[in-house]
């Protein structure tokens, strides 16, 4: 694969799970590619030394070192927004600092990127924050937190699409559904419940989402903006 040779390629959260294989497709189609992580260290080194792309530690929770990293990169043509964290419980009972820092992860990050990023693209770039299917649809408790997030991320896409569709820059979501990693493992004790709402009753493997990433970065993708990319397994149907 070749489909992005030469690419200048940014995913924010890419040392585990689905901004793993979204670093690990985009380097097996020939991408310049760096990838952000914040905790796992010893993953990103050995994901970079894998793939041949660059690990950078930025804490997708501080804004101002999510832009200078961005910024950094110069102009992209593919920004990947993964990072993301998800607390699932009783939210009588959750920290509110530890809410606010999951907003500042799944949505202060992705939009000051998403902009920063703009403002230094030249040509027709792509950039794509990894959402969720609990953007559409929360069927049980305890998500409330979680979703609001990733609703926020649809607001952003449908805005920053259209501030910079006149330079040829698409902004999308994708939206797993139930994924196997570690925030969600195909063995996990939600599993069963999950798979309840499903048509397919699987984990997708990372590897699919990575993919369909790929594919809304790619040529083909030129004509997708503003718009969520559902995969699901039917979870949302
Ligand atoms: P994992 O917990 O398996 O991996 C999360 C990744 O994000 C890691 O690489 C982690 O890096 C990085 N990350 C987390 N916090 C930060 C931070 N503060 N700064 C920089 N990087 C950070 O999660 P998934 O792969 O499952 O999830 C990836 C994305 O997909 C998230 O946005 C999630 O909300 C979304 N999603 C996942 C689903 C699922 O079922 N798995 C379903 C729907 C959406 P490090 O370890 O280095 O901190």
């Known amino acids: 694969m070749s489909d992005f ?13 689905i901004g793993k294989a979204i670093v690990q497709r985009f380097a097996a189609g020939g991408g310049q590619v760096a990838f952000t992580y914040a905790g796992s260290a010893d993953a990103a080194a050995a994901l970079a030394a894998e793939t041949g792309s660059e690990a950078i530690r930025t804490d997708s ?12 990169r110069g102009a992209l043509d593919v920004l990947v927004v993964n990072a993301g964290v998800a607390m699932i419980g009783d939210p009588l009972t959750f920290d509110p600092d530890e809410v606010d820092r999951m907003i500042d992860i799944n949505v202060r990050g992705p939009y000051h990127a998403a902009v920063e990023a703009a403002r230094h693209m030249t040509g027709p770039g792509r950039i794509i924050v990894i959402g969720s299917v609990n953007g559409d ?10 979703a609001l997030t990733k609703s ?15 330079r040829g820059i698409t902004v999308n979501a994708i939206q797993p559904g139930p994924t196997d990693s570690d925030m969600n493992p195909a063995d996990g004790p939600m599993a069963a419940a999950m798979h309840g709402f499903m048509a397919i009753k699987r ?7 990575a993919e369909l990433t790929a594919f809304v970065a790619g040529p083909h993708g030129a004509m997708i903006t503003g718009s969520f990319q559902t995969i699901d397994g039917g979870f949302g149907a």
């Open 5 to 17: 040779a030469g690419k200048n390629i940014l995913v924010l959260g890419g040392s585990r799970g």
């Open 61 to 72: 929770a501080d804004r101002d070192a999510v832009i200078a990293t961005v910024a950094g």
């Open 137 to 146: 649809r929360m069927p049980f408790a305890g998500g409330a937190a979680y």
């Open 152 to 166: 926020a991320v649809q607001g952003m896409v449908r805005g920053l699409a259209r501030d910079f569709g006149d």
């Open 203 to 209: 984990h997708a493997h990372a590897s699919e989402v």
